[in-house]
């Protein structure tokens, strides 16, 4: 690994003890699969450009780090988890607190190397995130989101959430809506209930990890 930024280095040095093996772990894989890949700093996570586009990004927290690609959809799959599953948290894999919480290494190296071809020069590009269709800016507009009875409830009894919330755009107001909505357990509703009021708290649209 050459071309290491000073300032990932800091960012991992400054981590808890437990994330830094789960960072220096994506780091050395994203490098070996991508040799050609720039590491840089966007929104105070260090994060992988290729190709003239963010390939993926990595974040330590409190209690968990994450590791996500850029466009997720069509690296991991649409939605879920790699293992079918849901995803808990920000990334492609969930809240990780360890690397044994991430995909083997040749499965992680496959993703890489997946996300870097769709980087590549010449590669088709994929459909801007948010960019409405020709055919959908013809259909009439869709009606402002209102949000489910738990949602609207959890956004009452915090301010903050509340005022960004209100603050968003419809289309942005949509996303947290249609994704609390979709829901098909009263569990995972509630368990992104209370992600969305985080998040909206901290001033964050919903897809905020893949701006």
């Not at 050459?2 to 280095?9: A, F, G, K």
């Not at 190296?109 to 269709?133: D, F, Q």
Request: hydrophobic residues 45%.
């Amino acid at each position: 690994m050459d071309d290491l930024d000073p300032r990932v280095d800091a960012y991992i040095a400054k981590s808890a003890p437990f994330a830094r093996p789960i960072l220096e772990h994506v780091r050395a894989v994203v490098h070996e699969a991508c040799p050609d890949v720039e590491e840089t700093i966007k929104w105070g996570m260090p994060s992988f450009v290729y190709g003239g586009g963010i390939l993926c990004g990595m974040a330590a927290f409190k209690a968990h780090a994450s590791f996500g690609f850029w466009k997720h959809a069509l690296v991991v799959g649409e939605g879920g988890a790699a293992d079918g599953g849901e995803r808990v948290g920000m990334g492609s894999f969930g809240k990780l607190a360890s690397v044994r919480d991430l995909p083997p290494k040749r499965q992680l190296v496959a993703y890489v190397k997946k996300a870097a071809a769709l980087n590549a020069p010449g590669a088709k590009p994929a459909p801007a995130r948010g960019a409405a269709t020709k055919a959908a800016a013809k259909a009439p507009a869709k009606p402002l989101p209102v949000p489910t009875p738990e949602f609207a409830q959890a956004l009452r009894r915090d301010k903050a959430a509340s005022a960004t919330f209100k603050a968003f755009s419809p289309s942005q107001q949509r996303e947290y809506v249609e994704w609390i909505a979709e829901a098909k357990r009263v569990e995972t509703r509630d368990r992104r209930i209370a992600q969305a009021i985080e998040w909206l708290a901290e001033g964050k649209p919903r897809n905020w990890k893949y701006m």
